[in-house]
């Protein structure tokens, strides 16, 4: 028997399903705060995986594997509040414009989505009511809330080593809209490493078009931002995901007062 993956609901969550975004240490006395847009492979239970596999799921077009986790460990070890989205990229991308293509996206990396496939306006609307708009409206409340102390955005990816037949080289890549003093000071930071490919403004470089975390919340507040991608696989395991915490927080401590001074005379 086919599953209908197109029935009508008014809500995407049950009450028992966990909510759309997941507040860390949200009074932490960081100047920084985190964002983790791709933080889970939760699909609500009502949309049966969107048709997918769960080894599908699992996979880096469900979500971001281990940024979450890192994102974590720097929250504790800054003392930084963090957000977390609660559900796949798939669902809903809370890092694209909603009328981005990729959105709610049909493919990715060549792989169907059933459950995404010729969507109603009705069904696009739950997405981004139920989940895109609750994950950003606590992302803006908690600037909100911050307005009298300087702020500093980061946002905490990762990505697959292998694209399109690629290996790419960066271990760790830092990206930026339009203003580049914030990554330009944790990149080089960063490359005190000698041991590792840092990328600036790669692997992926920032595009309103295509984003919306940076543009909108940090850059678009005139806050210090940068995006963070790290390559999937040095953050596999507990220890990885332990290292790559502890080369971020040791390069944001060697930088902070530089930054804190950009955030300062916005
Ligand atoms: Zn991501």
Redesign the pocket.
């Known amino acids: 028997m086919a599953i209908d993956l197109h029935f009508p609901k008014e809500s995407l969550l049950a009450d028992d399903e966990p909510p759309a975004f997941e507040i860390v240490n949200a009074d932490g006395a960081s100047n920084l705060v985190l964002v983790c847009?791709?933080a889970s492979k939760r699909v609500p239970r009502c949309l049966n995986n969107l048709g997918l596999t769960d080894a599908q799921l699992d996979d880096h077009i469900g979500w971001?594997p281990g940024?979450a986790k890192v994102a974590r460990l720097l929250s504790n070890n800054l003392d930084a509040p963090l957000l977390l989205s609660g559900y796949s990229?798939l669902v809903i991308d809370c890092?694209r414009p909603t009328q981005s293509p990729q959105s709610i996206p049909e493919q990715s990396a060549g792989v169907l989505v059933p459950a995404n496939q010729h969507i109603t306006e009705a069904e696009r609307k739950l997405r981004v009511e139920n989940l895109f708009t609750p994950y950003h409206n606590a992302v803006s409340n908690l600037l909100d809330s911050r307005q009298h102390r300087p702020t500093i955005f980061l946002s905490i990816?990762?990505f697959t080593p292998v694209l399109n037949n690629q290996q790419r080289p960066w271990n760790i890549g830092i990206s930026f809209w339009k203003d580049n003093r914030f990554a330009d000071l944790l990149i080089n930071a960063l490359k005190q490493s000698s041991d590792i490919v840092v990328g600036n403004n790669e692997p992926y470089a920032i595009d309103e078009a295509f984003d919306y975390a940076v543009p909108v919340h940090g850059e678009g507040r005139g806050l210090p931002s940068a995006m963070i991608e790290m390559r999937q696989d040095g953050i596999r395991t507990d220890e990885g995901v332990a290292e790559w915490a502890q080369r971020i927080t040791d390069a944001y401590l060697q930088i902070a007062s530089e930054v804190l001074k950009l955030a300062s005379h916005k």
Do not use: I, K, L, V
């Open positions: 847009d791709h971001d940024a990229r890092n990816h990762s």
